[in-house]
């Protein structure tokens, strides 16, 4: 029978690579507030790219796909959902929101994470919505000859709502009695909720959104600001893989979740960074950039082509009209070569 405990992670000897990724995470935390407090017109336009690629990279993971322009006319409550995707995309948007604003007074037990799962649900013809799965699902792939292999067995129903209140509670326990990292704590909370499978729909994306929750309530929020499920969007097959050792013999409490520790710490030291880069950017010796410094230096580290929403993404102090003016600088002066033309421009580095 399947045992949760997270005080056997305290007698747990964890490798150089994991304890390096907490330290540098530590301290990339501690500078945060500082950025945030100095660079206030830089984070909120960070926010808003935030929000935007999250939606779309964490729905994009299970397949739910709109139209980039569709995308942020529902992220900005500016049209109504056409189809189920949609529908989808603007439950986990209000999701997202009520974990941006509302984190703190989020508990972390069975009865909010079935109120977030409702939430999430809320806009689609599907019943169950805000109730843990009633028949029993399986973790599969599909293999190059088209048939399908289980690669996990979650638990079943009747033993998934003990098990969410198990997890639930050793967590807090946890946390109270700060016998383990957050950091080490977290991947190894989101990892047994993957396992537990609690829900017929929406166990992915539900896991990403607690992970942001579970980050922002121990301080690290720079979720916020830089799209951690972008981040993990764009490294799926290393999720996969990290998930599929870490869940090896979960169910006869004798798998290791190193793995996965180690992906998750690496995507949200990877977020710090990108965070940081950002705002640096935006400043050179504490004084303002021009527009075209700004994307002139996006663009002098950028390797490969690259599109206008990449650069507005990665210069969040400029709006679209200083990006794209730049860009036009930039392609006459020589310094980058237009490709393409309308909706399929993109570009790339000259020199």
């Not at 960070?46 to 397949?63: F, L």
């Not at 997890?167 to 977290?186: F, G, M, N, S, T």
């Not at 979960?250 to 998750?264: G, R, S």
Request: net charge neutral; aromatic share 10%.
């Amino acid at each position: 029978m399947k045992k949760f405990d997270y005080d056997d992670l305290i007698s747990r000897t964890w490798d150089n690579e994991i304890l390096s990724y907490v330290a540098k995470i530590h301290e990339f935390k501690g500078r945060q507030e500082l950025y945030m407090k100095q660079k206030p017109v830089e984070i909120d336009r960070m926010v808003e790219i935030a929000k935007i690629q999250s939606t779309e990279a964490s729905n994009r993971i299970e397949g739910i796909v709109t139209t980039s322009a569709r995308l942020k006319q529902l992220i900005e409550n500016k049209t109504t959902p056409r189809n189920r995707d949609e529908k989808e995309i603007l439950g986990y948007r209000n999701v997202l929101n009520i974990v941006h604003e509302s984190y703190d007074y989020i508990s972390v037990n069975s009865n909010y994470i079935l109120q977030l799962h409702g939430e999430l649900l809320k806009y689609t013809s599907l019943s169950y919505g805000g109730r843990f799965k009633t028949t029993p699902n399986e973790i599969a792939k599909t293999l190059p000859d088209g048939t399908r292999q289980v690669i996990f067995k979650p638990l079943e129903p009747y033993e998934t709502p003990d098990a969410i209140s198990n997890i639930c509670e050793q967590y807090q326990r946890a946390i109270d009695k700060e016998i383990v990292d957050p950091l080490i704590l977290i991947p190894c909370f989101i990892l047994d909720f993957l396992c537990i499978h609690p829900f017929n729909d929406g166990n992915g994306r539900m896991s990403r959104l607690l992970t942001l929750l579970l980050l922002y309530k121990s301080g690290y929020v720079v979720g916020q600001f830089v799209s951690i499920e972008k981040a993990i969007a764009d490294t799926k097959e290393d999720y996969y893989d990290a998930l599929a050792v870490a869940d090896q013999g979960w169910n006869t409490n004798e798998n290791d979740p190193k793995d996965f520790i180690k992906y998750m710490l690496g995507i949200i030291l990877s977020c710090y960074r990108e965070f940081e880069k950002r705002i640096g950017d935006a400043w050179t010796g504490g004084v303002k950039s021009t527009s075209y410094d700004v994307v002139k230096k996006y663009v002098m580290d950028k390797i490969g082509t690259f599109t206008k929403q990449d650069a507005l993404a990665a210069c969040p102090s400029l709006g679209s009209s200083s990006v794209e003016a730049s860009l036009k600088k930039l392609v006459k002066d020589g310094t980058i070569e237009r490709l393409g033309a309308g909706r399929k421009t993109h570009y790339v580095r000259k020199i």
